[in-house]
């Protein structure tokens, strides 16, 4: 069946240009979770929902950052005036209980 | 904070050979072990799980143990397999009130040589 799949793949952006990354989650998956990848690293949380409610938005790393699922399926994490500090790969997760199936990521370059 | 150490950051092995990856972690409410495997320009792949009312899991030639007590877990892979190499990650889950989260370890690198 088809995976998590997230859009685009690949995204470089201006500083100070804004971004819109997309997440299509697995059919019917009620949780939905957002992380940021640096280089190197571990996946780091950034947001979770529950169906179309954000439940945990704590690892936002500030309020350039906002992420939406408006009808409980498809998300979206925006970065507004984007900073070379948010190069990175953002992961899209989906789950129905607590096993978490993730997306490709989008690997944005801020030059 | 919660915080989930992993040790080593690499680690090479020749095929055939077992692998060890450790891990820690701080937060007593977590009750979700996740190991995941990732390779370049890929999301992380569940690869496999334990709950914290399990000691041991095995599946084929990947076993977790979990030792709640020193809040400690580990993945062993036997006769490993060039196809292993890969970017491996652990992770603790608390469950809180209105859902939970991932906190996941900085990964070990696996180079199996052939």
Not at chain 1, 11 to 33: E, M
Not at chain 2, 19 to 33: G, L, P, Q
Not at chain 2, 73 to 79: D, G, P, Q, R, V
């Amino acid at each position: 069946g088809a995976g998590v799949s997230q859009s685009p793949r690949y995204k470089v952006a201006k500083r100070g240009q804004d971004v819109a990354l997309r997440c299509d989650p697995i059919s019917g998956h009620v949780s939905l979770f957002w992380y940021q990848q640096a280089l190197g690293q571990g996946p780091e949380f950034l947001t979770y929902f529950q169906n179309e409610a954000q439940l945990d938005k704590s690892g936002l790393p500030s309020d350039r950052f906002f992420a939406e699922r408006p009808e409980g399926s498809v998300s979206t994490l925006k970065i507004q005036r984007t900073q070379q500090e948010d190069s990175a790969v953002y992961l899209c997760a989906s789950s129905l209980e607590r096993e978490e199936y993730f997306g490709p990521g989008t690997r944005l370059t801020v030059t | 904070g919660e915080n989930v150490e992993q040790h080593p950051s690499t680690l090479s092995v020749q095929e055939g050979d077992s692998a060890v990856i450790k891990c820690t972690y701080s937060d007593s409410a977590s009750n979700y072990f996740p190991w995941y495997k990732q390779e370049l320009g890929k999301g992380p792949q569940l690869i496999i799980d334990i709950r914290s009312n399990v000691g041991e899991k095995k599946d084929q030639r990947i076993a977790v143990t979990l030792n709640k007590t020193a809040k400690h877990f580990s993945l062993h892979i036997t006769e490993t397999q060039p196809e292993d190499s890969a970017v491996y990650f652990c992770a603790a889950s608390p469950l809180y009130t209105g859902g939970f989260k991932t906190i996941f370890g900085a990964g070990t690198r696996l180079f199996v040589k052939a």
